[in-house]
């Protein structure tokens, strides 16, 4: 481990740590499709990018694939991604776990207990344990820079990919790193190994072999790597744990033992037999799945886990305080807040886009993105949204289970972004299965949800550099599609004229709704929209779609807060009195 007192030291946010521990191993490519809680880890690795590549890439799958081949070239490679991105890199990930590597392949993926920014809550580590690749867990800022940097030493030292695993807490919480010198790593030679990296079923069935194997001497080696920690102290108490709840556990119990895993996946038995030996009662703390517990139980080691503590969410020190020893919060409760529904913002086009599907009365299959808030009050319009892409095919699958007649009161919903991340093979899917459906694509310009990251449409590259713009009107038509429509999505009047028309037709069609998120740094407002209170008739139609810098006056008439107002000029669409206008 490093000396912190040769070091001066930094305050980092969990994911700017990895992003410096990649810089220091002598990473010289990166690769990664944003996604909240790893969003950060590209956008900082990119301060390095006078000494390393890095990119965003289409979706996960894609990124893995070209960490893979940076791999096997011979230099290191880092892949990111938040947890449900592992599922869409899934392919690549298992089978690589049977090529191995030539230089060393880290994955991170950012999981999310307590579901803050995600569709689900699962547990990378059960990934893991499937595709059998090892996993790494830091508990702050300063490990994930250490432990970012062992990986790629572990995954050369073992030929394999390496997850380190993170969770939002983490991702998101800053605190003292001690930044070490870049590692000069020198290229790996590349030779050509039909029998390592061509996965064919003979050749797979050997690798197999080797990856079991390789598992089995990790796992051993493990009882004496320095990332697994003993710290004993009161025995009557022994904690097994790792990630952030080692910090909860720290804080709630003092003086408990403490088996601190930083290697979760294989685990080290012998080591956790020892220490289970030396206490009286153990308790295995983690978050979310009983990953650790279910295999420690195995062993036949007697151990207190989910019987006590939840599966769900995250973890904190009350919480565990309040497990183990009974005790509750002496803190006083909070005051309760007026609740902040989630809500576009003002200015968003997406609003003007549902404000006219819900004048339709249309249902729409959502998809990943902050359009996903269409499905609440007061918008009501998106009745679906699983997966990344999964919009258009959920349509396609609606049409051949009921019919061209039923789809025609929906739509499916789904951004720039994640059009070209997975929906472009759902599209492809209703062209060739001779499908019928109106496809909207809310283009606003860049990959909204995340923060504002750039894709291929937006004609620009993570670094910010120049490069070809996709045309996604054209791409649509690449495909056979001859409806396919560009659309000013303020231009209700057009649009709701469009839409009409499209979910008539018994075709595939595109409506591709364009106008930039309000947010973008080069957005430029309209102006600010106005009422002239004598005009207003309290009819309350502009309030309908929701929009954040309006509101009802004590007079019943409405009122503009001109601070957040982007001069879209949706409520001037909606009045019918011409009492709004933009200054």
Known sequence: MNKHSQNSPEIMLGNAAIARGAYEAGVKVSAAYPGTPSTEISENIIRYKDELYAEWSPNEKVAMEVAIGASISGVRALVSMKHVGVNVASDPLFTVSYCGVNGGLVLVAADDPGIYSSQNEQDTRMVARAAMVPVLEPSDSEEARVYTKRAFELSEAYDTPVIVRTTTRLAHSQGFVYPEERQEIADRPYARNIAKYVMMPGNAIRRHIFVE??????????????????????????????????????????????????????????????????????????????VIEEQV?????????????TVQGEYSAQMIRSALLGEESETDEPEAVPARPPILCPGCPHRSTY????????????????????????????????????SISTLHGMEKAKGKEYIKDWVAIIGDSTFLHTGINSLMNMVYNNSTGTVLILDNSTTGMTGHQHHAAT???????????????????????????????????????????????????????????????DFVPKGKCQVDKDSCKKCGMCLAPGCPAMRKAEDGTVEIDEVMCNGCGLCMSSCKFGAIARL
Request: net charge negative.
């Open 297 to 309: 139980r195995s062993w036949g080691i007697v151990a207190v886990g989910k019987d006590i503590f």
């Open 355 to 390: 404000a006219v599907l819900k004048k339709l009365k249309l249902h729409g299959a959502g998809d990943i993105g902050c359009y996903t808030l269409g499905a609440v009050a007061p918008l009501n319009v998106v009745d679906t949204t699983i997966c990344m892409g999964a």
């Open 459 to 521: 004609g620009k590259t993570l670094t910010g550099d120049v490069t070809y713009m996709i045309n996604i009107a054209a791409l649509c038509r690449s495909l056979g599609i001859e409806h396919v429509y560009e659309v000013d999505a303020f231009d209700v009047t057009e649009l709701e004229k469009t839409i009409k028309r499209e979910v008539a037709r018994e075709a595939v069609s595109v409506i591709i709704a364009q106008s930039p998120c309000a947010l973008l740094k």
């Open 213 to 290: 194997e390789r598992l089995k001497r990790m796992a051993e080696d493990a009882n004496e790597l320095d990332l697994n920690r003993v710290e004993y102290a009161d025995k009557k108490i022994g904690i097994i744990t790792s990630g952030i709840p080692y910090q909860y556990v720290k804080e709630a119990l003092p003086q408990a033992s403490v088996l601190k895993l930083g290697l979760v996946h294989p685990l080290p038995r012998k080591l956790i037999e020892e220490f289970a030996a030396q206490v009286e009662k153990l308790y295995i703390v983690e978050e979310l799945e009983p």
